[in-house]
Each structure stands twice: as C-alpha cells, then as structure tokens.
C-alpha cells in the first residue's frame, strides 16, 4: 500500500509544482505585456495623430469631437501594437529568468525547458482568440466611424477651406443654396480679403456677379451664418424676367448674408459604403462571393456574346439571337461580298462587329475589375486573420531565441523585436503585392511570414533540452571573445604545423 500511496503524494507534489511555476511565468509576462502595450501603442498613435492632425486644426471642433476621433484611431493602432508587445513581452521575461538562472532551477527541480512554454502557448491561444474577436469586430466598426467622422469633419465651415486665386463653392440654406467666391488674398488671423468676388446665380431669372476691392468675414453667435462685409465694389445682375434686363449698382459698403452655412458639424454616421477595412469576416466573405458570382456571370455573357459573333460570320444566326439582322442587311451584305468581300459574311456590317467588339472588351474590363475586387477582399481577410495568429508565432519563437543569448539583457529585446517585426511586417507587404500580381492566391502569400517564423520557432523550441543549443558563456560580447579565441587557437595550431 506504500507503493500506491507514495505515487499520488509525488503527482500530487509534482501537480502543485507545475501549478506554482505556470503562476509565477503568466505574473511575470503580464508587467512586461502592458508595459510593451502601452509604450508601442503610444508611439504608433501619435506618429497616426501627427498626419491627420491638419483635418481637425482651425474647424472649431468641440473637445467631445476630438476625443471621439482619438478614440477611434486607438483600435488600428492596437491591431499593430499588440502582436509586437507579445515578442517583447516574451523576449523580456525568458532573459530575465536566464540571466538569473531561474530556468536553470527548474531544470533542477526536474522541470524540462519545454515545459516552461505550455502555459506560454495557452496565453498565446487567448491573446490569439481576443486578437480574431477584435479584428472581426471592434476594428472594422472603428475604422467605419472614423471614415465617417473624418468625412463629416471635412464638410464643415467652408471659411476655413476658402483658398486664394480659386474659385470657392460655399452652400447656404442649409444646402439649398450655393455661391461660389473668389478672392486674391485671404488673411485668416484677421478675416479679411482682398479683391473679392461672389457668384449668385440661385436665381435663374436673376444671375448676380458681386466685386470688391476688399472685405472681412465673421460668424454669428450661433456660427451659422456668415456675413461677408465688402467695400468699394460694384454689382452686376443680368435679370431675365425682362428683355434687355440689366443692372450695375455702385456700394462703399455692403454686407452679403450667408444664413444656414453649416458651420455646426453635421453627423452623418453609418451614411456611406464600407470598403474592405471597414468590414467584419463574414462581410469581406460575402462580399468576394457576391463578386465571384458576378465574374461568373460576366464570364458567361461574354462567351455567349464571342458565339454569337462566331455564327453571325458565318451567315447562320440563330432563331433567339437579339442581334438577328433582317433580309435587308443580309442583302446588303452579300453585295458587298460580290465586291471583294467574304461571301455570305456578315462581317462587312460594321456597326454590328463594332458593338460586338465594343462590348466584348467592356466585359473583359469589367471582369478583371471583379476579379481584383475578389482578390482585395480575400486579402483583407487574409490578414486579418495572420495578424492574429502572429501573437501564437511570436510566443513560441520568443522563448527559445531568449535562451540562446541568456544575457542579451535590454538589448537583445530591441534588436531581435525590431528585425522581427520589421522582416515580419515586410512579408505581409510583400504578400499583399504578390496576390495583387496573382503570382498566388491570398491564403497562400498572406501566411508565408507566419509559416517562416513559425517554423524557426518549432526548430528552436526542439532544441531547448539541449545543452549545446545556448551560448552558456552569458551574453554576445562574450560569444564573439570565445569565436576570437577559436579562431587564434586555430591560426597557432596551423602555424605550429607547418614549422615541423
């Protein structure tokens, strides 16, 4: 019964120790997660603020404006950040744990060095789990709402767009109306113009041109209207309500009320088209699908249309052809056989074989454009699908490349992320121009720097139990002083060989 009993008590010991250690390596990974988190998110965020800061500067935004348009650019910022923060975080624990010979205690207790990487792995299929939700559906609605708000933003108070030397369009009444400025200069610290003129034609029976030396520009207290003051200028209205109607008016001083110019932001979300960023797995599906059916039936039209043409040459239509010709035109055409043409042909009706041409080549250009519709939104979803199974790629090569240079401290966790994400993020680009070139289909060419890196990290995680897989001297300097040495050792035995 000792037997037994002893044998439960060890599982029981050895199920506690395993326990104990997958505790304290997710406690260690999670600091250095958020840490990589933030830092990497902080910077690509603002280097995307920095470009598109000038679409919200000078438009009198509110604060809920520009908080809403910083909240919404954080997501595709995270689907960048949050793959890298994975290496970083793993890199970062697994040469803490080596310099301080922590894995080398667990060895010594017992524990293999592959065994280290199962609660790693776990974390990895979450964090991959989390990563497909969010691609599936966070980003996608972000990325919508951002196009929107951008767009809203960008119709705005059209006092802030005016441009000088060109002709400005400015809707009124709420955009029932439109004029249309022109103005040499335009001080926008002062709000003033100089040598302005204003286009009115709402009134078809009264066109009105406006010309002024100069003029300033203000909002009411709402910022909805906008009253252009001028000075020293003249107006010209054509009025066709009469013959000959015709009247030029002299000022010193005239204001020109624009009511109802929508300086207020007007929010139009959900109001436009989402394009291949801005739609979820079973959108970008359905959509390919919707395109490949209508490939399909281009495809079909195009070859009926091509056999239609064949039996039209030979003089044979058939009975439920559109394009039968009548006994005229296949009297016409036979006379002009008689004269050098192909007997019995119907290729010498030109404005027939040109419409047969024309559409031909009309559905050819409309087939290739559903075919890179297709392929653009495979693509999309593709990648969005990598992306998220890089965080699983990156915690399985992390661990093992740590331990290859067990003091690589800091420096290894900068150096080895920033050739990773660099040569990772160079695969996806260059995946993506590959299936633009139909060199390969998308679930090929967007899984080749996973299927790269994740086979790198198979090779190096089968050779953690072995000695000679790491650098036991400590660190890189002192890889390259014992690579020295070898050589030194080597060049003295050549030499010692050579004077016997």
Same mark, same amino acid.
């Given at each position: 019964?000792?037997?037994?009993?002893?044998?439960?008590?060890?599982?029981?010991?050895?199920?506690?120790?395993?326990?104990?250690?997958?505790?304290?390596?997710?406690?260690?990974?999670?600091?250095?997660?958020?840490?990589?988190?933030?830092?990497?998110?902080?910077?690509?965020?603002?280097?995307?603020?920095?470009?598109?800061?000038?679409?919200?500067?000078?438009?009198?935004?509110?604060?809920?404006?520009?908080?809403?348009?910083?909240?919404?650019?954080?997501?595709?910022?995270?689907?960048?950040?949050?793959?890298?923060?994975?290496?970083?975080?793993?890199?970062?624990?697994?040469?803490?744990?080596?310099?301080?010979?922590?894995?080398?205690?667990?060895?010594?207790? !017992?524990?293999?060095?592959?065994?280290?990487?199962?609660?790693?792995?776990?974390? /990895?299929?979450?964090?991959?789990?989390?990563?497909?939700?969010?691609?599936?559906?966070?980003?996608?609605?972000?990325?919508?709402?951002?196009?929107?708000?951008?767009?809203?933003?960008?119709?705005?108070?059209?006092?802030?767009?005016?441009?000088?030397?060109?002709?400005?369009?400015?809707? @009124?009444?709420?955009?029932?109306?439109?004029?249309?400025?022109?103005?040499?200069?335009?001080?926008?610290?002062?709000?003033?113009?100089?040598?302005?003129?204003?286009?009115?034609?709402?009134?078809?029976?009264?066109?009105?041109?406006?010309?002024?030396?100069?003029?300033?520009?203000?909002?009411?207290? @709402?910022?909805?209207?906008?009253?252009?003051?001028?000075?020293?200028?003249?107006?010209?209205?054509?009025?066709?309500?009469?013959?000959? #109607?015709?009247?030029?008016?002299?000022?010193?001083?005239?204001?020109?009320?624009?009511?109802?110019?929508?300086?207020?932001?007007?929010?139009?979300? !959900?109001?436009?088209?989402? !394009?291949?960023?801005?739609?979820?797995?079973?959108?970008?599906?359905?959509?390919? @699908?919707?395109?490949?059916?209508?490939?399909?039936?281009?495809?079909?039209?195009?070859?009926?249309?091509?056999?239609?043409?064949?039996?039209?040459?030979?003089?044979?239509?058939?009975?439920?052809?559109?394009?039968?010709?009548?006994?005229?035109?296949?009297?016409?055409?036979?006379?002009?056989?008689?004269?050098?043409?192909?007997?019995?042909?119907?290729?010498?009706?030109?404005?027939?074989?040109?419409?047969?041409?024309?559409?031909?080549?009309?559905?050819?250009?409309?087939?290739?454009?559903?075919?890179?519709?297709?392929?653009?939104?495979?693509?999309?979803?593709?990648?969005?699908?990598?992306?998220?199974?890089?965080?699983?790629?990156?915690?399985?090569?992390?661990?093992?490349?740590?331990?290859?240079?067990?003091?690589? #401290?800091?420096?290894?966790?900068?150096?080895?992320?920033?050739?990773?994400?660099?040569?990772?993020?160079?695969?996806?680009?260059?995946?993506?121009?590959?299936?633009?070139?139909?060199?390969?289909?998308?679930?090929?060419?967007?899984?080749?720097?996973?299927?790269?890196?994740?086979?790198?990290?198979?090779?190096?995680?089968?050779?953690? /139990?072995?000695?000679?897989?790491?650098?036991?001297?400590?660190?890189?300097?002192?890889?390259?002083?014992?690579?020295?040495?070898?050589?030194?050792?080597?060049?003295?035995?050549?030499?010692?060989?050579?004077?016997?």
């Amino acid at each position: 019964m000792a037997g037994p009993r002893l044998s439960i008590l060890e599982l029981r010991y050895a199920v506690m120790r395993l326990g104990v250690i997958t505790r304290y390596l997710i406690r260690a990974h999670i600091g250095p997660f958020l840490f990589s988190l933030t830092a990497i998110t902080g910077l690509i965020f603002l280097n995307a603020v920095a470009q598109r800061i000038d679409s919200l500067v000078g438009k009198g935004l509110s604060w809920t404006v520009v908080v809403e348009f910083l909240i919404l650019s954080l997501p595709h910022t995270v689907a960048l950040s949050l793959p890298m923060s994975v290496l970083v975080a793993v890199l970062y624990v697994f040469s803490e744990l080596t310099e301080h010979n922590e894995l080398t205690a667990m060895a010594a207790g !017992g524990v293999r060095p592959a065994r280290v990487l199962v609660p790693l792995l776990g974390m /990895g299929v979450v964090t991959t789990l989390g990563m497909l939700y969010f691609n599936d559906q966070v980003l996608p609605e972000a990325n919508h709402r951002l196009k929107n708000l951008l767009i809203d933003v960008g119709r705005k108070s059209p006092t802030f767009h005016l441009r000088e030397g060109v002709v400005n369009k400015i809707e @009124a009444n709420d955009r029932l109306e439109s004029y249309f400025l022109l103005a040499d200069r335009i001080d926008r610290d002062s709000n003033t113009l100089q040598e302005v003129t204003i286009y009115d034609w709402n009134n078809p029976l009264h066109k009105r041109v406006t010309h002024a030396t100069r003029g300033t520009m203000a909002f009411n207290e @709402a910022q909805t209207d906008l009253y252009l003051t001028l000075y020293e200028g003249q107006v010209r209205e054509v009025q066709g309500d009469r013959e000959g #109607g015709f009247q030029w008016v002299f000022f010193e001083k005239q204001i020109v009320p624009l009511r109802g110019i929508g300086n207020e932001l007007d929010r139009q979300m !959900g109001g436009l088209e989402r !394009g291949d960023r801005e739609m979820d797995f079973a959108q970008l599906r359905a959509e390919a @699908a919707e395109r490949v059916a209508e490939r399909d039936s281009v495809r079909m039209q195009n070859r009926e249309r091509v056999m239609e043409a064949v039996r039209m040459a030979l003089g044979r239509p058939d009975e439920g052809d559109s394009l039968v010709v009548s006994e005229m035109q296949r009297a016409q055409a036979v006379s002009e056989a008689n004269t050098g043409g192909f007997p019995g042909s119907l290729l010498a009706l030109d404005p027939v074989t040109q419409r047969i041409v024309t559409g031909t080549r009309s559905r050819e250009t409309r087939e290739s454009s559903l075919e890179e519709q297709v392929n653009r939104f495979r693509v999309e979803l593709q990648k969005k699908w990598a992306i998220a199974f890089a965080c699983l790629v990156f915690t399985l090569l992390g661990p093992p490349l740590a331990l290859r240079f067990p003091r690589g #401290g800091v420096g290894l966790v900068v150096a080895a992320s920033a050739v990773i994400f660099g040569l990772y993020y160079m695969g996806l680009i260059g995946g993506e121009s590959l299936a633009d070139r139909r060199f390969a289909g998308p679930i090929v060419t967007m899984w080749i720097p996973n299927a790269v890196f994740g086979g790198v990290g198979l090779v190096l995680a089968a050779r953690m /139990g072995r000695s000679q897989s790491t650098v036991r001297s400590g660190s890189w300097r002192d890889s390259w002083l014992r690579l020295a040495d070898l050589a030194r050792q080597r060049v003295l035995q050549a030499r010692t060989g050579e004077a016997a």
